[in-house]
């Protein structure tokens, strides 16, 4: 057996994210992050560490509007923004309407939100950043 820590760790500040959900990928052969489970969320909660249950679960996940900011924040040194709408909500909220359910969401407002792709695109450009969807802005 040969078993060196030196094979074993593994550590990653930005890579590769999945195409559909925007969450990091897994495992060490695809440069992947660690997965934070349901457990770990648990034990996070119980110790009332809500903040960094969000950023861990949003913007360190599948915000991409919302990482993008964070990381423009943290280099131009000013306060990171609130959190915005996980990409794996969008998801589901997609595979609802694809099973012929009528999914809404209204802001506080009482106005419908769109999770649209579109307002992805219409919104990088802003941040100098562009995704390949196969429209242009």
Known sequence: LDHLVQDKVHARSTGPYSLVTQQPLGGKAQFGGQRFGEMEVWALEAYG???TLQEMLTIKSDDV???VKTYEAIVKGEPVTEAG??????????????????????????????????????????LGLGLGFGHSS
């Open 85 to 126: 709408v996980p990409e794996s909500f969008s998801v589901l909220i997609k595979e609802l309407q694809a099973l012929g359910l009528s999914v809404e969401v209204f802001n506080e407002n009482g106005e419908t939100v769109d999770f649209g792709r579109e307002e992805v695109v219409r919104t990088l450009p802003g």
């Open 65 to 67: 509007i919302g990482r």
């Open 49 to 51: 560490a809500a903040y």
